[in-house]
Nanobody, 127 residues
């Protein structure tokens, strides 16, 4: 497991944008990891949002965020990002990033694939 540090979040108006960051520790190989973003709204189950293989550059997006959210990574900073746009109140949730070292070509954007989790950050979309 690795310690992930999240930043970003807060309150934004509907239609607005926000960027979340998820930093891997220094000294770990950025390209070895698959990064996922998950969210959980009050009274709802945790939902996958987007995932990315840092080594391959391949991505996955939930249907609910396709075309609005973008996952990316910066090797030099050991950090991944979730850029969110056209936000709606339905996007309000606690967002967690997760990391898993990729040992095989196959990976999955599901919560049980990941063993390291960030502390979570609240995103509230409200006017």
């Amino acid at each position: 497991e690795v310690q992930l540090v999240q930043s970003g979040g807060g309150t934004v108006q509907p239609g607005g944008s926000q960027r979340l960051s998820c930093a891997l520790p220094r000294g770990v190989a950025f390209s070895d990891y698959v990064i996922g973003w998950f969210r959980q709204a009050p009274g709802k189950e945790r939902e996958r949002v987007a995932c990315m293989s840092n080594g391959e550059g391949t991505t996955y997006y939930a249907d609910s965020v396709k075309g609005r959210f973008s996952i990316s990574g910066d090797n030099a900073k050991n950090t991944n990002y979730l850029q969110m746009a056209s936000l709606t109140p339905e996007d309000t949730a606690v967002y967690h990033c997760a990391a898993q070292i990729q040992t095989r070509a196959e990976w999955a954007c599901v919560d049980y694939y990941f063993t390291s989790w960030g502390q979570g950050t609240q995103v509230t979309v409200s006017s």
